[in-house]
């Protein structure tokens, strides 16, 4: 079955980078996304990728995937104290149904 | 642009009682909707989705049920919650590849 996988904390120091890690076990997977959730807030999409691609950035945020070892990676550069959320990964093979991860939370420290 | 509106923002609701929550979409017609739930373990858990009016797909053997009325309304209910029902639900709708989510609803069953 599908299975995405996340670490649960990561801290870094305001001004860093973050680099938030995902596994994931379908190699149909054909989309795979991050997602950003603010406390008592909904899922807000940051980016997503299509499998065929090896990288995507956008602004501050660089999304890797290495599809030989299925692991998506999203780094966060200047990393700032309202970038603290939960992140979470998601894949989809048709794009119409997501598996989620459980979330990593961010902690940006000052 | 599509829009998602979900409500209420949070519900406290006594054991027994009935639920309803409900979910709309502006901008997009025949839209694919889904219910998610997200326990304190942080994870997301697809409930339902839709493909359209009446259609409803469930994935997870649940004391809910959900409905869809009309082409951008989506209804979540029970007719007698338990502690267990607890938790942020979260309603989506899916452009392929994006997925977009409204606000979420807090529920507490006491």
Request: glycine fraction near 8%; hydrophobic fraction near 35%; proline fraction near 4%.
């Amino acid at each position: 079955g599908e299975d995405v996988e996340q670490s649960l904390f990561l801290s870094v120091r305001e001004g860093d980078s973050s680099v938030i890690n995902c596994t994931y076990t379908d190699s149909s997977s054909t989309y795979l996304y991050w997602y950003k959730q603010e406390p008592g807030a909904g899922l807000q999409l940051l980016t997503y990728i299509f499998s065929n691609m090896d990288m995507k950035q956008d602004q501050r945020l660089t999304v890797l995937l290495n599809k030989k070892d299925k692991h998506l990676s999203l780094r966060i550069a200047d990393t700032q104290t309202g970038d603290s959320a939960i992140y979470f990964c998601a894949e989809s093979i048709t794009a119409r149904q997501l598996t989620f991860g459980s979330g990593t939370q961010l902690t940006v420290l000052p | 642009s599509q829009t998602i509106h979900q409500w209420p923002a949070t519900l406290v609701q006594p054991v027994g009682s009935p639920l309803s929550l409900e979910c709309t979409v502006e901008g997009t017609s025949n839209p694919n909707l889904y219910w998610y739930r997200q326990a304190a373990g942080r994870g997301l858990q697809l409930l339902f989705y839709s493909v359209g009016i009446g259609q409803i797909s469930s994935e997870v053997p649940q004391n809910l049920s959900a409905s869809r009325p009309q082409d951008r309304q989506f209804i979540l209910s029970s007719k007698k919650l338990l502690l267990s029902d607890s938790g942020f639900y979260l309603c989506a709708w899916n452009g392929a590849p994006e997925a977009f989510f409204g606000q979420g609803t807090r529920l507490t069953v006491v």
